[in-house]
């Protein structure tokens, strides 16, 4: 199963996030863009990829050890930036030090469980909201139009695995789907 780890935001930020996406859908050139939609936004912590089932057991306890080392922590969506012509996201405020940590954590228990994660690349931060259909999508103003955007604080209380199934129908625009197969709530006391 493909699986990564993850924060979700909760639905109030959700929200909030979606009447700024419905501004950018409007801006010319937006219908050329491949747009996220709302259940495959979150914080990638650490993409696993395809994992054996005989081996998700293991990493769900890692990843449970690496929830209760980690406390709760204040988050917003903040500001956005995009990957060259690939990628448009939202970026994060508040503690990203301690998400950047978690996500470390959750990379080191995937590596521990025996998961081929390929080489390390440092953390960045990002919901991703939209990809380009091809090359030479000029993303700069899409991401100039979220320099001021500043979400609302919530608290990141929990660490999720995810399963991600991809698209097989061949229909154009159909959007993965993702299923939440384990939480864990941060800080000892979980």
Same mark, same amino acid.
């Given at each position: 199963?493909?699986?990564?780890?993850?924060?979700?935001?909760?639905?109030?930020?959700?929200?909030?996030? !979606?009447?700024?996406?419905? #501004?950018?859908?409007?801006?010319?050139? %937006?219908? =050329?863009? @491949?747009?996220?939609? $709302?259940?495959? +936004?979150?914080?990638?912590?650490?993409?696993?990829?395809?994992?054996?089932?005989?081996?998700?057991?293991?990493?769900?306890?890692?990843?449970?050890? !690496?929830?209760?080392?980690? #406390?709760?922590?204040?988050?917003?969506? %903040?500001? =956005?930036? @995009?990957?060259?012509? $690939?990628?448009? +996201?939202?970026?994060?405020?508040?503690?990203?030090?301690?998400?950047?940590?978690?996500?470390?954590?959750?990379?080191?228990?995937?590596?521990?469980?025996?998961?081929?994660?390929?080489?390390?690349?440092?953390?960045?931060?990002?919901?991703?909201?939209?990809?380009?259909?091809?090359?030479?999508?000029?993303?700069?103003?899409?991401?100039?139009?979220?320099?001021?955007?500043?979400?609302?604080?919530?608290?990141?209380?929990?660490?999720?695995?995810?399963?991600?199934?991809?698209?097989?129908?061949?229909?154009?625009?159909?959007?993965?789907?993702?299923?939440?197969?384990?939480?864990?709530?941060?800080?000892?006391?979980?």
């Amino acid at each position: 199963m493909r699986l990564f780890a993850a924060v979700l935001p909760p639905e109030r930020v959700i929200q909030e996030l !979606a009447s700024v996406v419905r #501004e950018l859908e409007g801006m010319p050139g %937006a219908d =050329g863009l @491949r747009w996220t939609e $709302r259940p495959g +936004w979150h914080f990638t912590l650490a993409f696993y990829g395809e994992v054996d089932e005989d081996v998700v057991p293991d990493l769900s306890e890692r990843l449970a050890r !690496a929830a209760r080392r980690a #406390e709760p922590f204040p988050l917003a969506l %903040a500001g =956005g930036g @995009r990957f060259g012509d $690939r990628a448009l +996201w939202v970026g994060a405020s508040g503690e990203t030090t301690a998400l950047r940590l978690l996500a470390d954590r959750t990379e080191a228990a995937g590596h521990k469980a025996g998961v081929d994660m390929g080489a390390h690349r440092r953390y960045k931060a990002h919901l991703t909201l939209a990809r380009s259909r091809g090359r030479g999508a000029d993303l700069r103003p899409y991401a100039a139009a979220l320099d001021a955007f500043e979400g609302a604080t919530w608290t990141v209380g929990e660490l999720c695995l995810v399963r991600s199934r991809l698209p097989r129908s061949g229909v154009p625009g159909e959007q993965p789907r993702y299923e939440t197969v384990g939480r864990w709530g941060l800080g000892a006391g979980s």
